[in-house]
């Protein structure tokens, strides 16, 4: 249950989920939940998030296939502030159907953490992105999607050592820019699909394209597709974006993208 979840969360320690959803809220039927100090619901009118503090070694998985874990918040869908070597493996994440478009914050928020690992899951929309990182050290996402989002897939600031591999991005608004890195190091993408982003034609997106970019490297995106796209361009700067054996093509302004969900996890 989500009362027995938001007590087991702590320090080295490995939390099995099964069937759900579980929706984090800061009660349920039976009242409030007892006092964790891992665990904070910050204030978020008209519903609290769930935010974890400063836990080491904390896997979430899910067994017997995939497991929704929600959130009626209009802000995050779950933050890691301070948190090392955090694992989640096979969750979708999002917010709840009664949300609708009224989110205004990303599905998943690290604030200086090192160390995640997000393997095989979903993160889908209302959340304006899916994942909004600071000071992180070490963040790797494997397999999974990003998708249906409202402004964008991710928003990097001061981040190093991230890899993007196999993962698929798809079928979202673009508000700014899809990908943003703002003063990260070692940024690589490696047989990653971006498809059906949809940046239109006035506004911030028009000039800053699907990827903005602006670090004292290049980031690397190696094999893969970005292909059918609506954007004026695919990166503010070329040599901010170095791709090797990528297979590109259909990307601008008279694309037509239409945004498709997946079951459990469309917004329409």
Excluded: W
Excluded at 212 to 226: C, K, L, P, S, W
């Amino acid at each position: 249950t989500t009362r027995e979840l938001i007590a087991a969360i702590g320090s080295d320690r490995t939390i099995e989920l099964v069937g759900g959803p579980f929706v984090l809220d800061p009660e349920d039927e039976a009242g409030p939940f007892p006092d964790n100090p891992a665990v904070e619901f910050a204030e978020r009118d008209p519903v609290p998030y769930l935010v974890v503090k400063g836990v080491r070694g904390l896997h979430l998985r899910a067994v017997g296939g995939p497991v929704r874990v929600l959130s009626r918040s209009p802000a995050e869908v779950v933050q890691f502030a301070g948190c090392r070597d955090v694992f989640l493996d096979g969750l979708v994440l999002g917010h709840s159907e009664e949300v609708a478009f009224h989110c205004v914050a990303p599905v998943l928020s690290l604030q200086q953490c090192t160390n995640v690992l997000v393997r095989d899951c979903e993160l889908f929309g209302c959340g304006t992105e899916g994942i909004v990182a600071a000071e992180v050290d070490g963040l790797r996402m494997e397999r999974g999607e990003i998708h249906t989002c409202r402004h964008g897939i991710c928003i990097l600031e001061r981040c190093r050592g991230v890899e993007f591999r196999g993962a698929v991005f798809r079928d979202t608004e673009v508000a700014m820019a899809a990908f943003v890195f703002d003063a990260c190091e070692r940024v690589h993408f490696a047989d990653c699909v971006v498809r059906n982003l949809d940046g239109g034609m006035g506004g911030p997106a028009q000039d800053q394209g699907l990827f903005a970019i602006t670090m004292d490297e290049a980031v690397t995106f190696v094999r893969g597709q970005i292909r059918g796209n609506r954007t004026r361009r695919v990166v503010n700067s070329k040599l901010l974006l170095v791709r090797d054996g990528t297979d590109e093509g259909d990307n601008g302004p008279e694309v037509g993208v239409e945004r498709r969900g997946k079951a459990g996890g469309e917004r329409r």
